[in-house]
């Protein structure tokens, strides 16, 4: 039987405030709480479910894995994040495709992408 990924667990210093960010910004619900490890229902069928642990230091530098998103309207959703408490930190593109690095409230980076869509 090979390996899945069932959930991407982030260290945080407020595991509370990052999963209501998240939970907002996927439109998913809490699945477990144990006050400092809470895990999100999975957004999809498919999706791997997010967990939040709480750690007592941040973790220095850029986050070495990130989320990769596609929406059909890369500029609404990222106002809509942005709403949330995201930060946008870049735009960029190839030929067929642009997105935004997003941050979320703890600076963990992530994308936003829309195909099809020029600068």
Same mark, same amino acid.
């Given at each position: 039987?090979? @390996?899945t990924i069932d959930m991407i667990t982030i260290d945080t210093p407020d595991a509370r405030k990052l999963a209501e960010f998240w939970t907002a910004a996927?439109? $998913? $619900? %809490?699945? =477990?709480?144990?006050?400092g490890f809470i895990v999100l229902a999975p957004s999809s069928e498919s999706g791997p479910t997010l967990g939040f642990q709480q750690v007592p230091d941040a973790t220095p530098g850029k =986050? /070495?894995?990130h989320f990769d998103s596609h929406v059909p309207d890369r500029k609404? !959703? %990222? !106002? /809509? @994040?942005v709403g949330l408490g995201a930060t946008e930190v870049a735009v960029h593109s190839v030929p067929g495709l642009v997105w935004s690095v @997003?941050?979320?409230p703890d600076g963990n980076e992530f994308c936003v992408g829309q195909a099809g869509e020029e600068l």
């Open positions: 039987m090979p @390996l996927l439109g $998913t $619900t %809490v699945q =477990n709480d144990w006050g =986050n /070495r894995v609404a !959703e %990222v !106002e /809509r @994040l @997003l941050a979320d």
